[in-house]
């Protein structure tokens, strides 16, 4: 059982470059998050869906862009590249259930970012 | 919006010594979740809290969410230097802001 899987690990973008952080499930969960995490600091939600089709903004979503056209997948765009997007992201999903009732969150391994 | 604050930030503890962190909200909360990152890794879930003065324990590990449900507590006995990382406290989607602990050998 694989989890939750993010490709790249590492990535180096230039100023001004996109990208497309994957992330990809198997647990059939419904719910899936993005947070990005800089160094020494806590983990701040970019974006989240509730189900395919369905996304929703988070704490810090500007420079961001997500879709949910799959239960599975759940890819982050990055567009015009800033050293302010050097950042570790995290995808995360969890079971379908109301969030606010709390289910465990699973996390990938992370994408370390950098932007020079 | 919501905010989950915990203290201390940062904790340096000498190998069997105890260790606490606090997560606190200024509204209350229905649950209450705990995470441990290790340096380099991921965030792992440790314990979900529900009930008014929920008490659980793992092992060295004990989980306290206040009688109100707007605070919650982890405490470490006799920590270990595999407890090295960040403790961090979850309601919903949002994180609290991690207390990092260091355990001097």
């Known amino acids: 059982n694989a989890g939750v899987t993010q490709t790249p690990k590492f990535r180096i973008l230039k100023i001004g470059q996109s990208m497309t952080l994957q992330c990809a499930q198997d647990?059939?969960?419904?719910?899936m998050y993005w947070y990005r995490q800089d160094p020494g600091m806590g983990l701040k939600l970019i974006y989240y869906?509730?189900?395919?089709?369905?996304?929703d903004k988070g704490e810090v979503p500007n420079g961001y862009n997500v879709s949910r056209s799959t239960t599975e997948d759940f890819p982050l765009r990055l567009e015009l590249a800033a050293p302010s997007q050097t950042s570790v992201y995290f995808c995360?999903?969890?079971?379908?259930?109301?969030?606010?009732?709390?289910?465990?969150?699973?996390f990938g391994q992370g994408t370390r970012l950098t932007v020079v | 919006g919501q905010q989950v604050m915990q203290i201390p930030q940062y904790q340096h503890v000498q190998e069997g010594e105890d260790f606490t962190t606090y997560c606190n909200s200024s509204?209350?909360?229905?649950?209450i979740q705990w995470y441990k990152q290790r340096p380099g890794g991921h965030p792992v879930f440790l314990i979900q809290?529900?009930?008014?003065?929920e008490v659980k324990k793992q092992k060295r590990l004990t989980f306290q969410f206040g009688e109100a449900k707007k605070n919650s507590s982890l405490h470490i006995t006799a920590t270990q230097t595999t407890d090295v990382g960040t403790y961090f406290c979850?309601?919903?989607?949002?994180f609290g802001t991690g207390t990092r602990l260091k355990v001097l050998a």
């Open positions: 995360a999903s969890s079971y379908p259930d109301r969030v606010l009732s709390g289910t465990e969150a699973f």
């Open positions: 647990m059939n969960h419904n719910y």
């Open positions: 869906s509730v189900g395919a089709g369905i996304t």
């Open positions: 509204t209350t909360l229905s649950n």
């Open positions: 809290l529900v009930k008014s003065g």
């Open positions: 979850r309601h919903g989607y949002i």
